[in-house]
């Protein structure tokens, strides 16, 4: 059994395959059985965000577990992005990283201080975000509620929440802008000049959106209307009413972007939404107006990159984005140090807790099978023994409980003893092969 972690982050992919390899909210539940349905993954966890979409699993053996996953893949983003089809590197005791086409998969220790590192922020491009913790406890919460996610990842991901709270707490790994929706607002506030008399239209109201209505709460110079478009008019009002602004609907959104200075797009349609000839037909009705900023923070894309060749138009996206946010966070790189000596503490916290509890099971599984046996012997010598006076027959009962018992004592004091390390977690592993647990 492993615990890998496949991945693949914006930061290192091709966008088009970045786009093809996210998970939408509203297809997790499929992705999570799809993944469980394999024999050879037990426990599967999907954190897909406008960053990066990774695969926390357990598999029962490394080699075919990762396959599968690979095959869940290949089915998203199509072979031509994942022609290395030569079979994973043999994966070395204690964990590691092997490539498994333009995807990294870590496992086992390696996998677990990923995910410490991802849950504290510092594997994102605004280091020591705040938003990533809360989509790494989501995902946990959504794959429980799924019947996807076990013991192994559901003690993982609870540490994993516990030591990013902590490296945010003891560290100042979050002084100044820690969002990407704050990196958002500000690229788009650079590309305007700022954002005093600016008439600013928010495409979208989940999640993203509401981080980007917020951070635009917070800005002094929003001195313009700030338009909220949105499928669903309640939740649209309501992100409106954050920044104290109007809500439409998307069906009224050319005659929004007509009057729009800046766009911040951020829905989850999943396919584009802001064509080139849609927007070059409402480019003619807006004559002598500046430049359109549109920053298009959605993965996948709504706004269509040949937008970014009409005349009279800014398009950014979320590669200028993370490139924006690596830019500020200068600032914050001093505390990568003591925030990794956290997680090393957490990483062992982890390690030892983990071990303790799987190899409690083994044991218990260990004793209850030779239990079993003892009692299936007895049983078939039971003509033999209801031959013997009662004391005699408590004496074999003694004697072979006695047996069992001394037979089991060093195999149990090994494992755990040596629980939380390599060793202890190789001697748990024997017991459940060798007798079959």
């Not at 313009?224 to 478009?229: F, K, L, N, S, Y």
């Not at 911040?264 to 070059?280: F, K, M």
């Not at 807006?286 to 959605?298: F, K, T």
């Amino acid at each position: 059994m492993a615990v890998v972690a496949v991945g693949i982050h914006e930061r290192n992919a091709p966008f088009e395959l970045f786009e093809k390899a996210a998970v939408a909210e509203a297809d997790l539940a499929k992705a999570l059985r799809q993944l469980t349905d394999s024999p050879q993954v037990s426990e599967a966890v999907v954190v897909s965000t406008c960053m990066r979409t990774e695969i926390y699993a357990v598999v029962e053996r490394f080699h075919d577990g990762l396959s599968d996953i690979e095959a869940w893949l290949r089915g998203r983003v199509g072979d031509d992005f994942l022609a290395d089809d030569s079979p994973p590197r043999r994966p070395e005791p204690g964990g590691g990283l092997v490539e498994l086409g333009r995807f990294a998969c870590w496992y086992d220790d390696a996998a677990v201080a990923h995910l410490f590192e991802v849950a504290a922020g510092l594997d994102s491009p605004v280091l020591g975000e705040g938003e990533i913790l809360r989509q790494v406890r989501s995902a946990a919460e959504q794959a429980l509620a799924e019947r996807a996610s076990g013991p192994v990842l559901g003690l993982l991901f609870r540490h994993a929440v516990e030591a990013g709270k902590r490296v945010r707490s003891e560290t100042a790994i979050q002084r100044g802008t820690t969002s990407l929706a704050h990196a958002v607002v500000e690229l788009a506030a650079d590309h305007a000049l700022g954002l005093e008399g600016r008439r600013v239209l928010l495409v979208g109201a989940g999640e993203m959106g509401t981080g980007i209505a917020k951070a635009l709460a917070g800005r002094r110079d929003l001195t313009g209307e700030v338009v909220v478009a949105n499928r669903g008019e309640d939740r649209g009002r309501s992100v409106a009413d954050l920044v104290a602004g109007r809500s439409v609907t998307l069906e009224q959104l050319p005659d929004e972007l007509v009057a729009a200075d800046v766009v911040l797009t951020s829905t989850a349609a999943g396919e584009v939404i802001l064509s080139r000839e849609r927007l070059e037909a409402i480019l003619a009705r807006r004559e002598g107006r500046q430049p359109l900023v549109v920053v298009d923070a959605a993965v996948p894309r709504d706004v269509d990159p040949a937008v970014g060749e009409v005349e009279g138009v800014v398009l950014l996206d979320m590669e200028d984005v993370r490139r924006f946010a690596e830019e500020q966070m200068a600032g914050r790189l001093a505390e990568v140090p003591a925030a990794r000596s956290l997680l090393a503490e957490e990483l062992e916290r982890y390690r030892m807790t983990a071990a303790g509890r799987l190899a409690a099971p083994v044991v218990s599984a260990l004793h209850a099978r030779s239990e079993q046996l003892r009692l299936e012997e007895m049983a078939h010598f039971g003509s033999r023994l209801e031959a013997l006076d009662p004391a005699d027959r408590e004496l074999v009962e003694t004697l072979t409980r006695r047996v069992v018992a001394k037979l089991l004592h060093e195999p149990t004091i090994r494992v755990k003893d040596a629980a939380g390390s390599p060793r202890g977690e190789r001697l748990a592993e024997a017991l459940r092969t060798l007798f079959d647990l």
